[in-house]
Protein backbone atom coordinates (compact mmCIF):
# COMPACT_ATOMS: atom_id res chain seq x y z
CA UNK A 1 0.00 0.00 0.00
CA UNK A 2 1.14 3.50 -0.54
CA UNK A 3 0.72 6.68 0.44
CA UNK A 4 -1.18 7.83 -2.21
CA UNK A 5 -3.86 5.99 -0.27
CA UNK A 6 -4.46 9.16 1.51
CA UNK A 7 -4.73 12.45 0.78
CA UNK A 8 -2.61 14.86 2.98
CA UNK A 9 -4.35 17.74 4.03
CA UNK A 10 -8.17 17.65 3.24
CA UNK A 11 -7.69 14.99 0.41
CA UNK A 12 -8.72 14.36 -3.06
CA UNK A 13 -11.97 12.31 -3.40
CA UNK A 14 -10.47 10.06 -6.12
CA UNK A 15 -7.78 8.51 -4.02
CA UNK A 16 -10.11 7.62 -1.38
CA UNK A 17 -11.47 4.50 -2.95
CA UNK A 18 -8.02 2.78 -2.96
CA UNK A 19 -8.94 1.09 0.61
CA UNK A 20 -10.98 -1.21 -1.49
CA UNK A 21 -8.02 -1.86 -3.24
CA UNK A 22 -6.58 -3.02 -0.42
CA UNK A 23 -9.70 -5.24 0.33
CA UNK A 24 -9.74 -6.87 -3.39
CA UNK A 25 -6.32 -7.67 -3.19
CA UNK A 26 -6.54 -9.27 0.25
CA UNK A 27 -9.26 -11.35 -1.03
CA UNK A 28 -7.09 -12.37 -4.10
CA UNK A 29 -4.92 -13.86 -1.87
CA UNK A 30 -7.48 -15.59 -0.05
CA UNK A 31 -8.58 -17.60 -3.27
CA UNK A 32 -12.18 -16.24 -2.47
CA UNK A 33 -13.82 -13.36 -4.26
CA UNK A 34 -14.80 -9.88 -2.31
CA UNK A 35 -18.70 -10.46 -2.75
CA UNK A 36 -17.99 -13.08 0.00
CA UNK A 37 -17.97 -10.91 2.79
CA UNK A 38 -21.66 -9.12 1.62
CA UNK A 39 -24.99 -10.60 1.58
CA UNK A 40 -27.79 -10.86 -0.95
CA UNK A 41 -30.69 -8.37 -0.11
CA UNK A 42 -33.04 -11.44 -0.31
CA UNK A 43 -35.54 -11.84 2.69
CA UNK A 44 -35.21 -8.02 3.86
CA UNK A 45 -38.14 -6.99 6.73
CA UNK A 46 -39.17 -3.74 7.93
CA UNK A 47 -36.01 -3.35 9.51
CA UNK A 48 -34.43 -2.54 6.44
CA UNK A 49 -34.09 0.68 6.77
CA UNK A 50 -32.46 1.04 9.99
CA UNK A 51 -30.41 -2.06 8.99
CA UNK A 52 -28.69 0.07 5.98
CA UNK A 53 -28.85 3.48 7.79
CA UNK A 54 -25.75 1.57 10.25
CA UNK A 55 -24.75 -0.68 7.50
CA UNK A 56 -26.36 -3.61 7.56
CA UNK A 57 -26.82 -5.28 4.23
CA UNK A 58 -28.41 -8.52 5.56
CA UNK A 59 -30.83 -11.47 5.21
CA UNK A 60 -30.66 -12.34 8.74
CA UNK A 61 -33.74 -13.86 10.57
CA UNK A 62 -34.61 -12.71 13.86
CA UNK A 63 -31.96 -12.02 16.33
CA UNK A 64 -29.31 -13.85 14.05
CA UNK A 65 -25.99 -12.50 13.34
CA UNK A 66 -23.48 -14.64 12.12
CA UNK A 67 -20.51 -14.28 9.94
CA UNK A 68 -20.70 -17.34 7.13
CA UNK A 69 -16.84 -16.18 6.06
CA UNK A 70 -15.01 -16.43 9.62
CA UNK A 71 -13.05 -19.57 10.74
CA UNK A 72 -15.87 -20.55 13.21
CA UNK A 73 -19.39 -19.81 13.64
CA UNK A 74 -19.64 -17.28 16.80
CA UNK A 75 -21.75 -18.07 19.38
CA UNK A 76 -25.16 -17.43 18.88
CA UNK A 77 -26.02 -16.41 21.83
CA UNK A 78 -23.32 -14.12 22.34
CA UNK A 79 -23.98 -12.81 18.73
CA UNK A 80 -28.11 -12.49 20.03
CA UNK A 81 -27.19 -9.55 22.57
CA UNK A 82 -25.43 -7.36 19.54
CA UNK A 83 -28.83 -6.70 17.59
CA UNK A 84 -28.93 -3.52 16.82
CA UNK A 85 -32.69 -2.75 17.43
CA UNK A 86 -35.35 -3.22 20.24
CA UNK A 87 -37.02 -5.32 18.05
CA UNK A 88 -34.81 -8.08 16.94
CA UNK A 89 -34.09 -8.22 21.08
CA UNK A 90 -35.45 -10.35 23.41
CA UNK A 91 -36.83 -8.13 26.45
CA UNK A 92 -34.88 -8.43 29.91
CA UNK A 93 -31.92 -9.64 28.31
CA UNK A 94 -28.98 -10.10 30.46
CA UNK A 95 -25.88 -9.39 28.41
CA UNK A 96 -22.25 -11.18 28.37
CA UNK A 97 -21.17 -9.24 31.49
CA UNK A 98 -23.82 -10.71 33.99
CA UNK A 99 -25.86 -7.76 34.35
CA UNK A 100 -29.44 -6.74 32.65
CA UNK A 101 -28.49 -5.34 29.19
CA UNK A 102 -29.85 -1.72 28.40
CA UNK A 103 -30.91 -0.83 24.98
CA UNK A 104 -28.69 1.45 22.69
CA UNK A 105 -30.88 3.57 20.20
CA UNK A 106 -29.63 3.98 17.08
CA UNK A 107 -28.85 7.61 17.30
CA UNK A 108 -29.73 10.15 15.04
CA UNK A 109 -27.55 12.30 12.49
CA UNK A 110 -26.12 15.45 13.70
CA UNK A 111 -26.25 18.62 11.91
CA UNK A 112 -23.50 20.62 14.26
CA UNK A 113 -20.45 19.07 14.84
CA UNK A 114 -18.07 19.23 17.85
CA UNK A 115 -16.79 20.54 20.52
CA UNK A 116 -14.72 17.03 20.43
CA UNK A 117 -15.38 14.54 23.06
CA UNK A 118 -11.61 12.79 23.35
CA UNK A 119 -11.25 9.15 24.36
CA UNK A 120 -7.80 7.90 25.50
CA UNK A 121 -7.45 3.90 24.69
CA UNK A 122 -4.94 2.76 26.86
CA UNK A 123 -3.17 0.36 28.41
CA UNK A 124 0.41 -0.77 29.33
CA UNK A 125 -0.05 -4.45 28.28
CA UNK A 126 0.64 -4.63 24.39
CA UNK A 127 -2.40 -7.04 22.62
CA UNK A 128 -5.34 -6.14 24.10
CA UNK A 129 -7.15 -4.70 21.05
CA UNK A 130 -6.37 -1.01 21.54
CA UNK A 131 -5.67 -0.11 18.35
CA UNK A 132 -8.42 -2.42 17.08
CA UNK A 133 -10.58 -1.46 19.19
CA UNK A 134 -9.66 2.86 18.31
CA UNK A 135 -10.37 2.04 14.64
CA UNK A 136 -13.52 -0.03 14.84
CA UNK A 137 -15.20 2.59 17.38
CA UNK A 138 -14.15 5.12 15.41
CA UNK A 139 -15.60 3.79 12.24
CA UNK A 140 -19.07 2.79 14.06
CA UNK A 141 -18.82 6.24 15.45
CA UNK A 142 -18.04 7.90 11.89
CA UNK A 143 -21.21 5.40 10.47
CA UNK A 144 -23.66 6.99 12.63
CA UNK A 145 -22.66 10.44 11.24
CA UNK A 146 -20.80 11.59 14.03
CA UNK A 147 -16.72 13.40 12.94
CA UNK A 148 -14.07 11.43 13.82
CA UNK A 149 -10.27 12.36 14.40
CA UNK A 150 -8.20 9.03 15.21
CA UNK A 151 -4.47 9.91 16.75
CA UNK A 152 -2.22 7.32 16.16
CA UNK A 153 0.05 8.17 19.63
CA UNK A 154 2.65 4.89 19.45
CA UNK A 155 5.68 5.06 17.75
CA UNK A 156 5.25 1.33 16.25
CA UNK A 157 2.49 3.06 13.88
CA UNK A 158 0.12 0.01 13.80
CA UNK A 159 -3.20 2.25 13.78
CA UNK A 160 -1.54 4.08 10.52
CA UNK A 161 -1.20 0.75 9.00
CA UNK A 162 -4.83 -0.72 10.02
CA UNK A 163 -5.95 2.15 8.07
CA UNK A 164 -3.82 1.20 4.67
CA UNK A 165 -1.45 3.52 5.25
CA UNK A 166 2.90 3.22 5.01
CA UNK A 167 4.15 4.98 8.23
CA UNK A 168 7.51 4.33 6.50
CA UNK A 169 6.56 7.02 3.81
CA UNK A 170 5.38 9.82 5.67
CA UNK A 171 7.18 12.74 5.92
CA UNK A 172 5.09 14.95 7.88
CA UNK A 173 3.58 12.38 11.20
CA UNK A 174 2.02 13.55 15.14
CA UNK A 175 5.20 14.14 16.39
CA UNK A 176 5.87 16.93 13.78
CA UNK A 177 2.69 18.13 15.51
CA UNK A 178 4.19 18.04 19.00
CA UNK A 179 7.32 19.57 18.05
CA UNK A 180 7.16 22.36 15.60
CA UNK A 181 5.46 24.96 16.86
CA UNK A 182 3.41 26.95 13.91
CA UNK A 183 2.72 23.87 12.04
CA UNK A 184 -0.84 23.60 11.38
CA UNK A 185 -2.72 20.56 12.11
CA UNK A 186 -4.15 20.07 8.74
CA UNK A 187 -0.69 19.80 6.87
CA UNK A 188 -0.42 16.34 9.04
CA UNK A 189 -4.00 14.94 8.86
CA UNK A 190 -5.37 12.39 6.65
CA UNK A 191 -8.63 11.44 5.33
CA UNK A 192 -9.29 7.77 6.15
CA UNK A 193 -11.26 6.02 3.59
CA UNK A 194 -14.12 5.58 6.25
CA UNK A 195 -16.65 8.71 5.50
CA UNK A 196 -16.05 12.01 8.32
CA UNK A 197 -13.44 9.83 9.58
CA UNK A 198 -9.59 11.36 9.76
CA UNK A 199 -6.82 10.33 10.96
CA UNK A 200 -3.18 11.82 12.66
CA UNK A 201 -0.84 8.98 11.71
CA UNK A 202 2.61 8.43 13.63
CA UNK A 203 5.95 6.50 12.55
CA UNK A 204 9.29 5.81 14.61
CA UNK A 205 9.80 9.61 14.65
CA UNK A 206 7.44 9.78 17.46
CA UNK A 207 9.99 7.77 19.69
CA UNK A 208 12.21 10.96 19.85
CA UNK A 209 9.35 13.19 21.44
CA UNK A 210 9.33 11.00 24.76
CA UNK A 211 12.91 12.14 25.15
CA UNK A 212 12.61 15.61 23.56
CA UNK A 213 9.76 16.45 25.63
CA UNK A 214 11.51 15.97 28.92
CA UNK A 215 12.91 19.29 29.01
CA UNK A 216 9.66 21.33 27.49
CA UNK A 217 7.78 23.52 29.63
CA UNK A 218 4.50 21.84 30.32
CA UNK A 219 5.55 19.16 28.91
CA UNK A 220 2.47 16.67 30.05
CA UNK A 221 -0.15 19.02 27.95
CA UNK A 222 1.51 19.44 24.45
CA UNK A 223 -1.14 16.92 23.02
CA UNK A 224 -4.19 18.80 24.46
CA UNK A 225 -2.51 22.43 23.21
CA UNK A 226 -1.65 20.10 19.82
CA UNK A 227 -5.08 18.75 19.54
CA UNK A 228 -7.06 22.25 20.58
CA UNK A 229 -7.38 23.93 17.19
CA UNK A 230 -9.01 20.39 15.58
CA UNK A 231 -11.38 20.25 18.70
CA UNK A 232 -14.50 22.11 17.03
CA UNK A 233 -14.40 19.70 13.44
CA UNK A 234 -15.23 16.57 15.37
CA UNK A 235 -17.56 15.08 17.64
CA UNK A 236 -15.10 12.31 18.75
CA UNK A 237 -10.93 12.31 18.93
CA UNK A 238 -10.22 8.76 19.99
CA UNK A 239 -6.27 8.54 20.84
CA UNK A 240 -4.64 4.88 20.31
CA UNK A 241 -2.05 5.16 23.13
CA UNK A 242 1.48 2.88 22.97
CA UNK A 243 1.87 0.39 25.66
CA UNK A 244 3.73 1.87 28.09
CA UNK A 245 2.57 4.91 30.71
CA UNK A 246 5.33 7.15 29.74
CA UNK A 247 5.25 10.63 28.69
CA UNK A 248 3.02 9.79 25.47
CA UNK A 249 0.53 7.93 27.52
CA UNK A 250 0.66 10.99 30.24
CA UNK A 251 -0.15 13.43 27.50
CA UNK A 252 -2.76 11.38 25.70
CA UNK A 253 -4.49 11.29 29.32
CA UNK A 254 -3.94 14.86 29.80
CA UNK A 255 -5.23 15.83 26.86
CA UNK A 256 -8.48 13.21 27.20
CA UNK A 257 -12.23 13.33 28.82
CA UNK A 258 -12.04 9.81 29.12
CA UNK A 259 -10.53 6.84 29.18
CA UNK A 260 -10.99 3.54 27.52
CA UNK A 261 -9.30 0.38 29.02
CA UNK A 262 -9.33 -2.22 26.74
CA UNK A 263 -8.99 -5.74 28.87
CA UNK A 264 -8.00 -9.34 26.91
CA UNK A 265 -10.29 -12.17 28.67
CA UNK A 266 -7.24 -14.15 29.86
CA UNK A 267 -6.16 -15.03 32.68
CA UNK A 268 -3.39 -12.13 33.09
CA UNK A 269 -5.91 -9.82 32.41
CA UNK A 270 -6.10 -7.90 35.53
CA UNK A 271 -2.36 -7.41 36.30
CA UNK A 272 -0.94 -4.12 36.14
CA UNK A 273 -4.64 -2.80 35.81
CA UNK A 274 -3.84 -1.74 39.46
CA UNK A 275 -1.07 0.79 38.21
CA UNK A 276 -2.99 1.68 35.44
CA UNK A 277 -5.92 3.08 37.60
CA UNK A 278 -3.21 4.75 39.54
CA UNK A 279 -1.49 6.77 36.61
CA UNK A 280 -5.09 7.80 35.64
CA UNK A 281 -5.78 9.17 39.10
CA UNK A 282 -2.21 11.28 39.56
CA UNK A 283 -2.73 12.52 36.14
CA UNK A 284 -6.72 13.52 37.25
CA UNK A 285 -5.14 15.15 40.65
CA UNK A 286 -2.34 16.82 39.04
CA UNK A 287 -3.16 17.73 35.47
CA UNK A 288 -6.92 16.81 34.35
CA UNK A 289 -8.89 17.10 36.92
CA UNK A 290 -12.12 16.30 34.29
CA UNK A 291 -10.60 13.08 33.23
CA UNK A 292 -12.98 10.11 33.94
CA UNK A 293 -12.34 6.29 33.61
CA UNK A 294 -15.04 5.83 30.84
CA UNK A 295 -14.86 1.97 30.84
CA UNK A 296 -13.28 -1.34 30.78
CA UNK A 297 -14.18 -3.04 27.62
CA UNK A 298 -13.61 -6.54 27.57
CA UNK A 299 -11.75 -7.95 24.60
CA UNK A 300 -10.79 -10.99 22.73
CA UNK A 301 -13.50 -12.90 24.78
CA UNK A 302 -14.80 -16.21 24.03
CA UNK A 303 -18.31 -17.22 25.24
CA UNK A 304 -18.08 -20.57 24.31
CA UNK A 305 -14.78 -21.75 26.96
CA UNK A 306 -15.26 -21.14 30.86
CA UNK A 307 -11.82 -20.03 31.19
CA UNK A 308 -13.53 -16.49 29.18
CA UNK A 309 -16.12 -16.39 31.17
CA UNK A 310 -14.72 -16.70 34.75
CA UNK A 311 -12.12 -14.10 33.46
CA UNK A 312 -14.98 -11.71 32.61
CA UNK A 313 -16.96 -12.12 35.85
CA UNK A 314 -13.60 -11.69 37.40
CA UNK A 315 -13.26 -8.41 35.73
CA UNK A 316 -16.80 -7.38 36.41
CA UNK A 317 -16.42 -7.95 40.13
CA UNK A 318 -13.50 -5.92 40.19
CA UNK A 319 -14.71 -2.69 38.15
CA UNK A 320 -18.51 -3.33 38.31
CA UNK A 321 -20.51 -0.62 36.22
CA UNK A 322 -17.32 0.62 35.50
CA UNK A 323 -17.20 -2.14 33.06
CA UNK A 324 -18.70 -1.85 29.00
CA UNK A 325 -22.17 -4.06 28.54
CA UNK A 326 -20.59 -4.37 25.21
CA UNK A 327 -18.00 -7.12 24.81
CA UNK A 328 -15.67 -8.02 21.87
CA UNK A 329 -15.68 -11.55 20.86
CA UNK A 330 -12.88 -13.22 19.60
CA UNK A 331 -12.75 -13.65 16.03
CA UNK A 332 -10.39 -14.20 13.43
CA UNK A 333 -11.65 -10.96 11.37
CA UNK A 334 -9.86 -8.76 13.62
CA UNK A 335 -6.08 -9.79 12.22
CA UNK A 336 -7.77 -9.61 8.81
CA UNK A 337 -8.55 -6.38 8.89
CA UNK A 338 -5.06 -5.33 9.53
CA UNK A 339 -4.12 -6.78 6.29
CA UNK A 340 -6.64 -5.10 4.56
CA UNK A 341 -5.86 -2.14 6.24
CA UNK A 342 -9.84 -1.34 6.98
CA UNK A 343 -11.94 -1.32 9.77
CA UNK A 344 -13.91 -4.01 10.03
CA UNK A 345 -17.67 -2.25 9.46
CA UNK A 346 -15.87 -1.89 5.69
CA UNK A 347 -14.43 -4.98 5.60
CA UNK A 348 -16.75 -7.66 7.01
CA UNK A 349 -20.19 -5.18 7.53
CA UNK A 350 -22.17 -7.80 8.90
CA UNK A 351 -19.60 -9.89 10.82
CA UNK A 352 -20.43 -9.97 14.92
CA UNK A 353 -17.14 -7.91 15.22
CA UNK A 354 -18.93 -5.29 13.37
CA UNK A 355 -22.26 -5.58 15.33
CA UNK A 356 -20.05 -5.89 18.43
CA UNK A 357 -18.10 -2.13 17.72
CA UNK A 358 -21.69 -0.63 16.55
CA UNK A 359 -23.07 -1.46 20.07
CA UNK A 360 -19.93 -0.27 21.39
CA UNK A 361 -20.39 3.04 19.71
CA UNK A 362 -24.16 3.19 20.42
CA UNK A 363 -22.94 2.84 24.24
CA UNK A 364 -20.97 5.25 24.26
CA UNK A 365 -23.08 7.46 22.65
CA UNK A 366 -25.84 7.00 25.37
CA UNK A 367 -23.46 7.27 28.12
CA UNK A 368 -22.35 10.75 26.55
CA UNK A 369 -26.16 12.02 26.78
CA UNK A 370 -26.86 10.55 29.95
CA UNK A 371 -23.87 13.49 31.27
N1 LIG B 1 -11.54 -9.34 19.26
C1 LIG B 1 -10.44 -9.86 18.70
N2 LIG B 1 -10.41 -11.15 18.28
C2 LIG B 1 -9.31 -11.67 17.72
N3 LIG B 1 -8.17 -11.01 17.52
C3 LIG B 1 -8.11 -9.72 17.91
C4 LIG B 1 -9.25 -9.07 18.52
N4 LIG B 1 -8.90 -7.80 18.80
C5 LIG B 1 -7.63 -7.65 18.38
N5 LIG B 1 -7.15 -8.80 17.85
C6 LIG B 1 -5.81 -9.05 17.31
O1 LIG B 1 -4.90 -9.08 18.39
C7 LIG B 1 -3.70 -8.43 18.05
C8 LIG B 1 -3.44 -7.27 19.01
O2 LIG B 1 -4.48 -6.33 18.91
P1 LIG B 1 -4.19 -4.77 18.91
O3 LIG B 1 -5.49 -4.07 18.70
O4 LIG B 1 -3.08 -4.43 17.97
O5 LIG B 1 -3.70 -4.58 20.41
P2 LIG B 1 -2.85 -3.39 21.08
O6 LIG B 1 -3.06 -2.16 20.25
O7 LIG B 1 -3.42 -3.29 22.46
O8 LIG B 1 -1.43 -3.85 21.08
C9 LIG B 1 -3.85 -7.97 16.62
O9 LIG B 1 -3.31 -8.93 15.79
C10 LIG B 1 -5.35 -7.92 16.43
O10 LIG B 1 -5.71 -8.15 15.08
MG1 LIG C 1 -1.59 -0.93 19.40
Do not use: W
Not at 6 to 12: E, K, L, S, T, V
Not at 108 to 134: E, F
Not at 186 to 195: F, G, I, N, Q, Y
Not at 282 to 303: C, F, H
Amino acid sequence: MNESTFAPGGGQPGLQAVGSVAVRTFAAQQGSGDEGTHHGPAGRNDQQESDRFIGFETDLQEGQLYDPDAEYEPDPEYAATLAPDAARQRRERVGPTGRPLPYFPIPGPVTDHGPAKIIAMCNQKGGVGKTTSTINLGAALAEYGRRVLLVDFDPQGALSVGLGVNPMELDITVYNLLMERGLAADEVLLKTAVPGMDLLPSNIDLSAAEVQLVSEVARESTLQRALKPLMQDYDYIVIDCQPSLGLLTVNALTAAHTVIVPLECEFFALRGVALLTETIEKVRERLNPELQLDGILATMYDSRTVHSREVLARVVEAFDDHVFHTVIGRTVRFPETTVAGEPITTYASNSVGAAAYRQLAREVLARCHAE
